[in-house]
């Protein structure tokens, strides 16, 4: 199915010269005078070798058809990462090389989106936002908190993110997974 390249977007898997990418990253790039592109960022699925694409924002990209159905994670081990299909039950193995950077994130029984093309999982979605709890932080200085100055914190999964000054160790935080950003402190 061919789609405009500006709208595509993190975890779109598209046909270049019959190869399959997954895109990595894509950003649309307006000036002021001349043409938009599209710069993509993408990962070929075969070899796993990263290729940057531009294009103009109007050109037609071939996007491959792939099923895409919700998994709960089950665990890691030496084989890969094992996501369970919560209808039939039936399990998927998916290696490391598809999860990357976004393995500090999955959590047991964690429901994501894995993109399936010929029976081989090509590419995962996480949710958009989890609750993780600050494990360390620096302390607030006095006089900083009426500033929107941030501070680096870590959280229970390991992951660094910056977080307001008034957020201590041992509260419980909402984070964007995409970017690695603060939302909100956590209701619960």
Known sequence: MKVIASSLRKGNVVEIDERLYVVLQATNFHPGKGTPT???????????????????TT?????????????DFLY?????????????YEQVTVSPDVIGDQKAYLQDGMKVFLQIHNNV?????????MTVEITETEPVVKG????????PAMTDIGVRV???PHIDAGTRIVINIAENTYVERAKD
Do not use: C, N
């Open 38 to 56: 599209t710069s993509v960022d993408m990962r070929r699925i075969s070899d796993g070798v990263k290729v940057s694409e531009r294009w103009k």
């Open 59 to 71: 050109d037609q990209v071939e996007r491959a058809h792939v099923d895409e159905r919700e998994y």
């Open 76 to 88: 890691e081990d030496g084989e890969g990462y094992h996501f369970m299909e919560p209808e039939t």
């Open 121 to 129: 999982a090509i590419a995962i979605e996480l949710p958009q936002k």
């Open 144 to 151: 900083q908190t009426a500033s929107s100055s941030y501070k």
């Open 162 to 164: 910056m977080v307001p």
